[in-house]
């Protein structure tokens, strides 16, 4: 992730409202990481997630199944950083 000062971005933000955000931006303050901005497709994206969430005991053995034989689209693996250990499982 990218980081960059308070002040820079203070000197800069403007640029990086224009400017599509491709990656989560760390803002620093006194060499501590303070905040993160990121994109409104990236904040809807995470949030979106909370949504449909239930729990692993509320599914019935059907949908236990159809989970456990359900392949991913490919277009998915972008997002694969985001689960390292899910990765190291498959190899």
Not at 2 to 23: G, N, Q, Y
Not at 60 to 71: Q, V
Request: hydrophobic letters at 35%; one cysteine or more.
């Amino acid at each position: 992730m990218r980081r960059i000062t308070s002040d820079e971005f203070k000197r800069t933000f403007w640029r990086h409202v224009k400017e599509r955000l491709d990656a989560p931006l760390t803002i620093t303050c006194n060499g501590e990481d303070r905040l993160v901005v990121l994109s409104l497709e990236e904040y809807a994206r995470i949030t979106r997630r909370g949504q449909y969430s239930i729990a692993i005991e509320d599914l019935s053995d059907l949908e236990l199944e159809a989970l456990r034989c359900a392949k991913a689209p490919a277009e998915a693996a972008k997002y694969n950083h985001e689960f390292p250990t899910y990765r190291d499982a498959e190899s």
